[in-house]
């Protein structure tokens, strides 16, 4: 008597296609959740660049320098984590950033004093 163990080519092909199938409903989650991850670290870098940004006008504020940043090289950057605007625009007043828009790995962050909102990937 012989002992068939194994399985058909029926079998293996079904589990194939579920796999597929598997794959194709776990892939766009996958993919969303890492764009999510990429939003969420431009815009957490957003705030410590605004934060950094804030932290130089104090200083120069209290030097006797009513000077504020003008260039993404005035900001110590490389002091805090995080990836450094490649384009910014800040609205300032008495010292204090009002508003404004940073550019950051590809994704455009619209700051209005308190929130920064990622606008576009």
Same mark, same amino acid.
């Given at each position: 008597m012989r002992s068939n163990k194994g399985f058909t080519l029926i079998e293996l092909l079904a589990v194939i296609v579920i796999l597929a199938i598997i794959a194709l409903i776990a892939t766009p989650m996958v993919l969303n959740t890492i764009d999510d991850a990429r939003k969420g670290a431009a815009q957490s870098s957003a705030y410590t660049y605004i934060k950094e940004v804030e932290t130089k006008i104090a200083l120069n504020m209290m030097n006797g320098s009513n000077n504020a940043p003008t260039l993404i090289t $005035? %900001? $110590?950057?490389? /002091? %805090? /984590?995080?990836d450094a605007p490649t384009s910014v625009t800040l609205n300032l007043e008495n010292g204090v950033i009002q508003s404004g828009t940073l550019v950051i790995k590809g994704y455009t962050i619209a700051y209005d004093g308190t929130v920064a909102t990622v606008t576009n990937p």
């Open positions: $005035d %900001v $110590d950057f490389a /002091k %805090v /984590k995080g």
